[in-house]
């Protein structure tokens, strides 16, 4: 079933759908992000440039079960309340062997059911690299096309080194949790050292605050360290001071050659992956004795 | 396809929600599962902002009766005519005409095979590639029956 399915041939147009979107329909918008995530819709098409990054665009990453999505419901009401309307992009994995996916990010965001001043997406990862569908680039934009004055990408439980969100959002706040290893896991390189944000979510657990110190002292040595908050989605403990920090973040410097990088890399990845022989070129590789190595070297160039 | 697995109501029984929306997931969909205790009006609003082909809800407290066809009745007045919704949980036999009336497509009860929920999955596919009412809105007299 594709886009517009029900819908009345000038209807289906992405500019008519986009334009009711902008007027507020909430079920165009919702048609138009299928077809951005199928990959039948551009900035051109649909007659926009890509977003300047204002601080618009905030990814939320961090491991599984640290409280993201709790975060962002607390994030939706505060910041509804304050008159903001927000919209949410909400990825998960897709499986590798059926391309199903189990999308439950909104169990937890209350808002998304009833609060008309939110706009709730769900997103399978469809396997794409870094585990980042390259759509939320224009999803997010769409968006804030609609008038949604902040979008927040929850990305899917990561680990330390997913850092492909920082090629789709204006800002990063990396979300921590108490009791998740020693003192030597916030010494690490990774994601943390890209993060403009670090919060340290479950502060009504014993350890948080050691857990905050440790990230404070492992940050201070590299310069320009990024502010770390200690909230409780639970309770609510710090999150008006989350959501007031969060609209006039600063991005981190010193990380824009990483953020180039990675625009490069989900630049070429979607080449890469929209080839029209792409499922040709896999069944090759899956069923014959050639490299992919190999096959980059004769079949790409630059 | 994209499916909303939902549970209306006050009933905090949702193993069956949970084994379909898993069950679905491994035959390829991309399931949004809702949680417990959803109103008709937050469903139909998730299948909207979704943009959800299919629903299913389940209900195991008895009250079916007035939920599945307010739901459905809130789906067609908002437009969503093409949208499939089936059911499952206890629904005796003789109370579900009233709800394919009401423009559900298929119920499932206790030991349903998840070959067979794939199987209404793919039914319904094809039924929409050869522009065969499917919808909740969309009129004809379609029901699955098992062994199609």
């Not at chain 2, 549970?7 to 679905?24: E, I, N």
Request: include cysteine; charged fraction near 25%; hydrophobic fraction near 40%.
């Amino acid at each position: 079933m594709g886009t517009g399915y029900g819908l009345a041939e000038s209807e289906r147009l992405p500019k008519t759908i986009f334009e009711q979107a902008i007027s507020g329909n909430r079920r165009s918008l919702a048609k138009l992000l299928t077809a951005v995530e199928n990959g039948e819709v551009s900035h051109d098409l649909l007659g926009i440039s890509s977003r300047v990054v204002d601080g618009s665009v905030i990814g939320v990453t961090g491991a599984p079960g640290v409280g993201k999505s709790c975060l962002i419901e607390r994030l939706l009401s505060t910041w509804t309340s304050d008159g903001l309307k927000i919209a949410v992009i909400a990825v998960d994995p897709s499986s590798p062997l059926t391309g199903g996916a189990l999308l439950g990010d909104r169990i937890r965001m209350e808002s998304a059911d009833d609060n008309p001043n939110v706009f709730v997406r769900s997103f399978a990862t469809r396997n794409q690299p870094g585990g980042m569908p390259n759509a939320v680039v224009l999803a997010a934009d769409v968006m804030r096309h609609c008038d949604y004055d902040i979008v927040l990408i929850e990305t899917v439980g990561s680990g330390q080194s997913e850092i492909r969100i920082v090629s789709v959002a204006d800002r990063i706040v990396l979300v921590e949790a108490p009791l998740r290893g020693d003192e030597v896991q916030a010494e690490k390189a990774g994601v943390m050292e890209l993060a403009d944000m670090i919060v340290v979510n479950k502060s009504d657990l014993e350890g948080s605050d050691r857990a905050a110190a440790n990230i404070i002292s492992a940050l201070e040595v590299t310069g320009n360290p990024p502010p770390v908050l200690l909230t409780s989605a639970k309770t609510a403990v710090g999150i008006e001071d989350l959501a007031v920090q969060l609209r006039t973040l600063p991005a981190k410097p010193g990380a824009e050659l990483a953020r180039a990088r990675e625009r490069l890399l989900t630049a070429w990845d979607n080449a890469l992956l929209s080839r029209k022989d792409i499922n040709e070129v896999l069944d090759g590789l899956a069923s014959s004795e050639n490299s992919a190595q190999e096959w980059v070297e004769n079949n790409l160039r630059w | 396809m994209r499916i909303v697995i939902a549970k209306p109501g006050l009933d905090g029984h949702d193993r069956g929600a949970k084994v379909v929306a898993r069950a679905l997931r491994d035959a390829g969909h991309e399931v949004i599962y809702t949680g417990l205790r959803r109103t008709p009006e937050q469903i139909v609003r998730t299948v909207i902002d979704e943009d959800a082909d299919m629903l299913g809800i389940s209900s195991l407290s008895g009250a079916h009766a007035f939920l599945f066809p307010r739901i459905c009745q809130l789906l067609v007045e908002a437009g969503c005519i093409d949208v499939t919704v089936f059911g499952g949980g206890i629904i005796p036999v003789d109370e579900r005409p009233i709800l394919f009336d009401s423009g559900m497509r298929a119920i499932f009860g206790p030991g349903t095979k998840m070959q067979e929920m794939s199987e209404f999955v793919d039914a319904v596919i094809s039924r929409v590639s050869s522009n065969q009412p499917v919808g909740v809105g969309e009129g004809g007299d379609w029901v699955w029956s098992s062994g199609e």
